[in-house]
Structure formats: structure tokens, C-alpha cells
């Protein structure tokens, strides 16, 4: 109950001072239309010259796949790595293990915080858009979608700060994680269907993306295809699975840690 | 002006040495920026596989794209990375130090910061030039063109990160304003370049410099256009002189944040 107050305080509280700089939420958006509203205007190009379905999608499939990408990233969640390695060089953890809180749990709670309200306020923004520029798919009006969306960006969530958490805990044994954080993103970047959309993946990366956590953190970008009727209950059975395996790895990395750093003041 | 040179190549050279001191994580910034980047050889590749050729561009074209912008990146941010810390500098007060230095205040900001991954950039930049030419069984006009093409790209890398960065100079939120900006120049110029028709060709070749990176080049490359080497060379002397009048007009704007920063 009083981990629940805790971090409902925290995600609050940024909340609430991320709504008062509207600036940074422009600057959120115009990043979005950097790296998505480009692509997708070179796609809407590429699907045109060839004569509208690639792959057995049409172009406003792959268009909301890239979407949910693109709209999740938003959430920054992968700073996570990037805050805890931060810490552990300026020496911050000391302070941070001090407190009353788990200091894992209270990165988690800050992250999500600091990018929920972009977040929610571009993904709002960005369906509006879409859904008037490129039409709504008709995947994206069967019950299936409309009662597995929330739950699988839900999954997603959890299982992308599970990865992250991992990678950023690794800065107590290892130097510099920067390269294992960009391999990993990338790892992710490819998997979720960023640039190139699932249903244009090769056979191999099919399966690398069902099979592998990277993958399974970016499965919302499933939920638009006609596969997905079928493959839902074992998407988001995999994804649990992921998160399940992973947070007890990065809890059991956590506990590890925290006998690994000496505290001494000052 | 030699003097300010021979500063530069000194100041490269102890970031350089400075860097490398801490060896293990030079050597994983390095390699591990070099296997990241082959991300995007993968997926254009079967982005290649899946839609076809496009406008004429084969898988082969996308790794001397890939080639062209990874190297004119890494070489650009390898000599004067320090750019990049602009909005960092303006922010903090960082910025006064600069402007105290008897030194060219562009160079010297430039010069001010290395970062050891542009090496695994530039490493995977020529892999892939070589894989190119080996391919293709490239001429040595050709190669003599791509040396020409890497210098040019090098210098619009530099023009648009100058002009891009000296607008931290007009926001009260620098950092987050230039990475946007930044990433609007450099997500096209890793794009498939035969996507770019019509009007998004021109919008990215005059507006917003992406094409002139990676897709120009590849397009002189492959088909010895002199027309398209005199338009890039063109650009890249516009580019090379309106960042350089932009930041020296942007300075006047600097207002020190003094965060007593001196000497840090």
C-alpha cells in the first residue's frame, strides 16, 4: 500500500511539472513528426510506386504499425539505463539506496513520470491525425484490438523497463554500458518495426521478433496486422512471460548490486 | 590561420589521448558503435528484398549510402565534436570560457570535446565504401570522386551541425530544440534514397541538406553525374559559409548564465 502512495506521488508530481512547460512537449512533438511524420511521408511514396500493398499490407497497416512504434518511444523508457548508469558514476546511488524506497522500483516510478504526460498527449494527438490523413484499418475496429490494446502497450511497458533496468544495472560491474545500450536498442528498434514494418521481415527475423524479449517489448505494433486474431493470446502470453523472467532478473541483479557498493558518506 | 589550425590538430590530439587512456571502454565505444550501425544495413537490405528496386536503387547502393553518412559523420564529429556540446555550454554558462580564449571561438568550441564512438563510425564508414567498391569493381576516377565526395559531405555534416547548434543561442530550452532539429537532417539521410522524388527531393536537398550526406553521393558515384557533383559542390560552399555568419551573428546574442564555470 505504501509502495502503491509512493509511486502514484512520483508519477503525479512529474506529471504535473512536465504539464507546466509546455515547451518540452513541443519539442516532444516536433521530435515525432522528425522521426515518424518523415518516414511515414517516404513510405505513403514507396507504397505508391508500388501500386499500394507491399508485403500483403497496405499502407495504412504498416502506416499505424510504425505509429505505435514511434508514439511508445515517446514514453522514453529506455532513459532508464542512461539514468542508473548516471548514478553509479556520480556516486547519486549512494544517497539513493539511503532512502526509504527501493531504489530500482523509485527509477521505475520516475521514469514512467517523467514520460507519461508526452506520452499520452502525443499519442492523442497522433491517432486524431492519423486517423484523418491515412483512415482507420479495418484490424483496428474488431473487438480483438479494442480489448488487447491497452493490455499489450501495458505489457510493453513493463517489459521494456524489465530490459532497460538490466542494462542499466550492468554499470555496477562494467564500466561503460553505452555500446551493450545501443546494441540492445537496436535490437529493439529492428525487432518492433520501426523502420521496416513485421510483415516485410524476413522468415528468420519473424521468429527472432516473436521469440525474443526485444521483439515481444514492441508487440502493440502486431495488433494492427490480420494475424493478429489468431496470434494475440500468444503474443501477450510471451510478453508476460518476458517480463516475468526479466524483472526477476533485474531484481536478482539489483539485490546483487546492492551488496556490491560500500557506503561511506560524506 | 595556421596558427589556429596547428591549435586545433593540438587540441584534437589530447581529447584523442585523453580518451584513449581509459582504453577498455575506447575499444567498446568503437567496436560497439561499428555493430550498431549495422542495424541499418539489415534493414534496408530487406527493405530492399521486400519492395524491389526503387527508383533505381539496389541493396549495393544502400550499404555506399549507409558508407557515405556514417563516415561523413564520424569524420566531422571525430575533428570538432565539440559542437554538439553547444546547447550544453549556452546552458550551463560553459560558454564564457570560449569566449574569454584569445583563440577562434568556433574552432575552439568545436575542438572542445571528442567522442571516441565517431572512430566506429568512420571504421564502419570506409567497410562499407570498400565492400562497395570491390562490388561494383569501381575505377580509380571513381575513386578519386568518392575521396572528393566524402570531403564535401564532411563539410555540410559540419555547415548544418553549426547552424543547427548556434540556434541554442535563441532558446531558453536549447538542448532538447537542436537534437529535434537535428534529427530532422539526419532521419532522411539514412533513408532509402529513391524514396526521394519530386518534391521531397528538393525539400531535402535545399531545404534541409539530408540528401547531400549520402544519397547525392551515392547518385555521383554510380553515375559519374557532373551535373549533381556541381550542385553538391555548390551547396556544400553555401553551407560551409552562411553557418559559419549565422553563428558568428547568433554569439552577439549570448548572455552569460554564469554558473561559475570557469576552467571546467
Not at chain 1, 64 to 83: C, E, P, Q, T
Not at chain 1, 177 to 192: E, H, N, Q, R, S
Not at chain 1, 219 to 227: K, Q, R
Not at chain 2, 155 to 167: D, E, N, Q
Request: proline share 3%; glycine share 8%; hydrophobic share 55%.
Amino acid at each position: 500500500m505504501r509502495e502503491i502512495r509512493i509511486a502514484s506521488k512520483i508519477i503525479s508530481t512529474l506529471t504535473r511539472d512536465r504539464m507546466q512547460y509546455p515547451g518540452r512537449l513541443l519539442v516532444d512533438a516536433f521530435a515525432m513528426i522528425a522521426r515518424c511524420g518523415i518516414l511515414l511521408l517516404l513510405y505513403s511514396r514507396v507504397f505508391q510506386l508500388n501500386g499500394g500493398t507491399i508485403g500483403g499490407i497496405t499502407f495504412n497497416v504498416a502506416a499505424w504499425s510504425m505509429f505505435f512504434y514511434f508514439s511508445f518511444s515517446v514514453f522514453r523508457l529506455r532513459d532508464i539505463s542512461k539514468a542508473i548508469m548516471q548514478d553509479v558514476r556520480s556516486g547519486n546511488v549512494e544517497t539513493l539506496f539511503n532512502k526509504p524506497i527501493s531504489y530500482l522500483l523509485y527509477r521505475v516510478w520516475w521514469q514512467i513520470g517523467m514520460g507519461l504526460f508526452s506520452f499520452v498527449a502525443i499519442t492523442i494527438v497522433g491517432v486524431v491525425v492519423l486517423v484523418l490523413i491515412v483512415g482507420l484499418p479495418t484490424t483496428m475496429t474488431t473487438t480483438i484490438f479494442i480489448l488487447t490494446i491497452i493490455p499489450v502497450f501495458l505489457g510493453a511497458t513493463m517489459l521494456s523497463l524489465a530490459i532497460y533496468s538490466i542494462i542499466g544495472l550492468l554499470a555496477f560491474w562494467i564500466e561503460e554500458i553505452t555500446p551493450i545500450f545501443w546494441i540492445v536498442d537496436k535490437a529493439v528498434m529492428m525487432l518492433g518495426g520501426s523502420f521496416l514494418p513485421f510483415a516485410l521481415f524476413p522468415d528468420f527475423m519473424k521468429k527472432l521478433t516473436v521469440y525474443s524479449p526485444f521483439g515481444a517489448s514492441q508487440f502493440m505494433t502486431h495488433a494492427v496486422y490480420d494475424s493478429w486474431a489468431e496470434q494475440w493470446v500468444f503474443m501477450l502470453g510471451a510478453q508476460a512471460v518476458w517480463t516475468i523472467a526479466l524483472s526477476l532478473l533485474a531484481w536478482t541483479m539489483f539485490m546483487k548490486a546492492r551488496q556490491k557498493v560500500s557506503v561511506n558518506g560524506g | 590561420m595556421f596558427k589556429e589550425l596547428r591549435f586545433a590538430l593540438y587540441a584534437i590530439k589530447k581529447n584523442i589521448q585523453n580518451n584513449v587512456e581509459l582504453r577498455t571502454s575506447f575499444l567498446m565505444n568503437v567496436g560497439g558503435m561499428a555493430v550498431n550501425n549495422i542495424a541499418f544495413i539489415i534493414l534496408w537490405v530487406y527493405f530492399v528484398k521486400s519492395v524491389g528496386v526503387i527508383n533505381g536503387w539496389t541493396a549495393l547502393d544502400i550499404i555506399a549510402l549507409q558508407g557515405f553518412t556514417a563516415l561523413s559523420y564520424g569524420l566531422a564529429y571525430f575533428l570538432f565534436a565539440g559542437i554538439r556540446k553547444l546547447p550544453d555550454y549556452v546552458a550551463t554558462g560553459g560558454l564564457d570560457r570560449f569566449i574569454l580564449s584569445p583563440k577562434n571561438l568556433l574552432l575552439r568550441i568545436g575542438t572542445s570535446w571528442f567522442v571516441p564512438s565517431t572512430l566506429g563510425d568512420t571504421l564502419f564508414g570506409v567497410i562499407c565504401l570498400v565492400i562497395y567498391g570491390i562490388i561494383t569493381s569501381v575505377t580509380l576516377y571513381q575513386i578519386a570522386l568518392m575521396v572528393l565526395l566524402i570531403i564535401l559531405s564532411t563539410i555540410i555534416f559540419l555547415g548544418v551541425s553549426t547552424a543547427i547548434y548556434a540556434m541554442s543561442l535563441f532558446f531558453t530550452d536549447p538542448e532538447s530544440v537542436t537534437n529535434s532539429l537535428y534529427e530532422i537532417f539526419l532521419t532522411p539521410a539514412i533513408f532509402h534514397g529513391g524514396a526521394f522524388q519530386g518534391a521531397t527531393r528538393f525539400f531535402f536537398t535545399f531545404i534541409i541538406p539530408s540528401l547531400l550526406v549520402g544519397a547525392l553521393p551515392v547518385e555521383i558515384i554510380r553515375d559519374i553525374s557532373m551535373s549533381k557533383l556541381s550542385i553538391l559542390v555548390a551547396l556544400a560552399i553555401v553551407w560551409l559559409i552562411i553557418p559559419v555568419a549565422m553563428f558568428n551573428k547568433a554569439i552577439k546574442k549570448y548572455e552569460s548564465s554564469n554558473f561559475m564555470t570557469f576552467g571546467s
